[in-house]
């Protein structure tokens, strides 16, 4: 079957780092995605994996590990607008793209 | 990056009547578009994937004679909520596919059905 999981909450403080864990469970895999949400918008792209890796952009980061079935993104010098729900989601061999149900990070001055 | 316009981005309607959603690919052709659900603290729901000139393939549970989808053309498909009732107030967003790589989705729209 497949499945993905992320927490459902992390609090984090301004300028600090946040990392936010996805796991997944899947027989066919075209690649890792993270979506940023911010309330009552629809999602927006933050990356993209489909190689083993750390790919680095600016403040924010995601990593790759297949073999695990594991990706965190990394959030660096925090800021209050990075308050905001991050969904990860995979790519099936269909090229559909499977959701977790998002990680509400909430930034503390 | 691509850009897919959603509209209206909120509508209220009374149970009972129909409210059509416009999803349009503006600098890219999309030869498919997923609409997906979304309720509050949820995950977004798959809905079903509009392929361009035939007919929506609808995930399991959702009804296709309510939420008619159209995909008239590869910039343009429509999703119809027919017969509103409380229970459809819901966030509605879709994204079209370019090729292999994630999907690019509109603004949502906010439908509050009274």
């Known amino acids: 079957g497949q499945n993905i999981d992320q927490p459902t909450e992390m609090t984090a403080t301004e300028g600090a780092i946040v990392q936010i864990n996805c796991t997944y469970q899947?027989?066919?895999?075209?690649?890792l995605f993270w979506y940023q949400q911010h309330a009552g918008e629809a999602p927006t792209f933050l990356s993209y994996?489909?190689l083993d890796g750390l790919e680095e952009k600016g403040r924010f980061s995601s990593f790759l590990s297949r073999s695990k079935g594991y990706s965190y993104l990394l959030l660096k010098e925090l800021q209050m607008k990075d308050s905001a729900s991050y969904l990860c989601a995979f790519s099936d061999s269909n090229y559909q793209l499977i959701w977790g149900a998002g990680t509400k990070l909430i930034i503390k001055p | 990056g691509a850009v897919v316009s959603q509209h209206p981005s909120r509508v209220i309607c009374k149970s009972g009547t129909s409210v059509k959603i416009e999803c349009r690919s503006l600098d890219f052709q999309a030869t498919t578009m997923f609409w997906y659900r979304q309720f509050p603290k949820k995950s977004l729901m798959l809905m079903a994937t509009?392929?361009?000139?035939?007919?929506?393939?609808?995930e399991q549970g959702v009804e296709k004679d309510k939420f008619l989808i159209n995909h008239a053309s590869l910039t343009l498909s429509t999703l119809t909520v027919t017969s509103a009732h409380p229970e459809d107030s819901s966030f509605y967003i879709c994204?079209?596919?370019?090729?292999?790589?994630?999907?690019?989705f509109g603004q949502g729209t906010r439908l509050t059905v009274v």
């Open positions: 899947t027989s066919g895999f075209n690649g």
């Open positions: 509009s392929n361009e000139g035939s007919k929506a393939t609808y």
């Open positions: 994204s079209a596919a370019t090729g292999e790589v994630g999907a690019f």
């Open positions: 994996n489909v």
